[in-house]
């Protein structure tokens, strides 16, 4: 069984494999399309990543091809759709992200509310001068409304870790009800919510899910945090939005055009900015990929887990 991995992604989990499994690694921290063109034709199973596209010219090349274990809860990387129609599994690691995403869009909270980026900014140049009583003052958590889009896995790990601040949950999904919160219609989420945390996968219907009707019905005072899918909001929107400081802020972590960001994000001071590392702990990187290779375990054993297609 072949076994192409098309980025440099943790060893440690490697070890004590089947004899059978023939695995191949980058040479370098990834593999390039052409790379991965040239090699598939070989191979039985793909170990992809998040954020490296897997194109239909790819799918064809794959001629052997039964499974793409994507590395990351996020598929939107992968031509779903052609490789459904080609007879290829695909899965993906929800459990793995689950924690280091809700720990980072907690930090992402405290960051926006307190400034503390904005802060350490300006301490290295202001020096002593930004010192005072009433300067430079935050938002609480405590008692604040969590508005959360998308209660799904990590939805619901942001709102435990968000309870433990005092703060008052409510959420919107389209489908699924979750017992212990308040589930509210989305139009009412916005108005209400002292924050909002998107946690929606990235779809046809959640595409732009956040344009600027919705940035319109938020209070003035409100933050919104993205560690789902950059395009879940209308970016240019929402620059606007920042710009006219028609709401208080937001931390971003995942961009409409990774790792293209819009010029005018960076020179606004009420929005905090990371290169997408939601799951970017050492401990999950090496938890992603054990979830992977299990995926591959299992669906090599006859009982596929975690399949997205």
Request: with cysteine; net charge negative; charged share 25%.
């Amino acid at each position: 069984m072949k076994i192409l991995v098309t980025y440099d992604i943790p060893r440690e989990p490697f070890v004590n494999l089947p004899a059978d499994w023939e695995i191949t690694f980058p040479e370098g921290e990834k593999l390039s399309k052409e790379e991965i063109i040239r090699l598939l034709p070989e191979y039985d199973i793909l170990l992809a990543i998040f954020s490296r596209p897997i194109d239909k010219d790819m799918l064809d090349a794959g001629k052997k091809l039964q499974l793409i274990s994507n590395f990351g809860v996020g598929y939107n990387n992968i031509d779903i759709q052609y490789a459904r129609q080609k007879g290829i599994t695909v899965c993906n690691t929800p459990q793995s992200v689950c924690n280091p995403t809700a720990e980072l869009c907690m930090a992402l909270m405290l960051s926006a509310s307190r400034r503390v980026a904005e802060l350490d900014r300006r301490i290295r140049t202001e020096k002593e001068s930004l010192w005072g009583v009433m300067k430079n003052l935050g938002t609480d958590l405590y008692g604040k409304t969590l508005g959360i889009i998308g209660m799904g896995r990590i939805g619901q790990n942001v709102a435990r870790k968000a309870e433990a601040f005092g703060m008052k949950i409510v959420y919107y999904n389209r489908h699924t009800e979750i017992p212990g919160f308040k589930r509210t219609d989305l139009d009412s989420l916005l108005k209400e919510s002292d924050f909002i945390s998107l946690h929606t996968p990235l779809n046809d219907d959640s595409r732009h899910l956040i344009g600027s009707r919705e940035l319109g019905l938020m209070k003035k005072s409100a933050f919104i945090i993205n560690t789902a899918r950059g395009a879940v909001i209308d970016e240019a929107a929402l620059t606007e939005c920042l710009r006219k400081r028609t709401i208080r802020g937001a931390a971003l972590d995942v961009f409409e055009r990774e790792p293209h960001i819009m010029d005018e994000l960076y020179e606004l001071d009420n929005v905090v900015l990371l290169p997408h590392v939601g799951t970017a702990t050492i401990d999950g990187r090496i938890a992603m990929a054990e979830e992977a290779l299990t995926n591959i375990r299992n669906f090599l054993e006859g009982h596929p887990t975690n399949v997205v297609n």
